[in-house]
């Protein structure tokens, strides 16, 4: 949907998302749909280098054939899910 881009133009809050996540500390998982029309991937990816998060407890997960409503249907998304969780969970740091 290309059309939807002009009705930011009638949009009048902002939301500053990068100044937003520098704030989280938590771990954090994101999932990213390549072909997503509303939240291009480079947006995805300014907010997980924005993150506060430590690199080593964030994690960036692209899907090449994910759109915006359809990326939870993507082969692999819930398993990254799980597979984060598992690793930052119950993955004992030492």
Known sequence: MPFLRYLTLFVLDKWDSEASIRSVKCPALFLSG???ELI???MMLR???AAGTPD???ELVTFAEGTH???TMQPGFFQAIETF???TFFTASL
């Open 34 to 36: 390549q072909s997503d």
């Open 56 to 58: 080593n407890r964030k």
């Open 85 to 87: 969780y598992r690793r």
């Open 40 to 42: 291009p991937p480079s």
């Open 47 to 49: 907010l997980y280098q």
């Open 69 to 71: 409503n359809d990326t």
